[in-house]
């Protein structure tokens, strides 16, 4: 079953000398459940508005969206059944590691003792235990992303949408969470709709890599058929050779 499906979305923002600017330009794709997908591409082209409009942080000018066979075009945020994860982390500075991450659940008004449990399965999962009582300024800029992290896991939502969300970390610690990732990914059967600018993280993370390019779809494709067979010269240049 398909987790997301995208039909002809398209986006267009007022331009500064009164037209459109078409953003995207009819996106079309479905994502399987358990599927990791990422979104590929250069600043500016589209990566981060599909990603909203998937979201409900931004509606699409036309199109539809589908999420676990409902149509969800019209929803806000809040009533999609999804998580979210961006680059920045999003915590909320005076409130503590348990705080952050039980801020995923109290949202949506869920029992106690339910709650004690995700968290504990939470931290454990991405070894915070030892820090549920400091703030985010008592943490590394790791710590934080796995607290972001947690805050999307302990909702229990199956689908998790991440907006480039290691690239505030150091080179060594960007691979280490690479590898966390598909880990804990694969470990709770997660759909992850990936967004980065980054070839390397895209094709070791993904099992599809969506390659976007001035709003429109160039390639969609398994990381080793888009090494294999570039669908343009965009692509191949962009993707480069395999690490
Ligand atoms: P990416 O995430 O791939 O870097 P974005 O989706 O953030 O790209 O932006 C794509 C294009 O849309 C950019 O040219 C950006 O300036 C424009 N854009 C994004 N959001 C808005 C907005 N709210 N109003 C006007 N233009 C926007
Ligand atoms: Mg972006």
Redesign the pocket.
Known sequence: MSSVVLRDVR?S???RRGGQ?A??SGIDTDVADGEFLAIL????????????IISGL?APTSGSIHINGADVTGTAPERRELAMVFQNYALFPHLDVRENILFGLKSRREPRDLQGRRLRETTDLLGLDALLDRKPSELSGGQRQRVALGRALVSGQRLILM??PLSNLDAKLRADMRIELKRIQRRLGLTIIY?T?DQVEAMTMADRVMM?AD?GVEQLAAPAEIYAAPASVTVGRFIGSPP
Do not use: A
């Open positions: 986006k923002f007022p331009s600017v953003v995207l591409g250069p600043s500016g082209c589209g990566k981060s508005t599909l990603l909203r931004e907006d480039e967004v600018h976007l709003g």
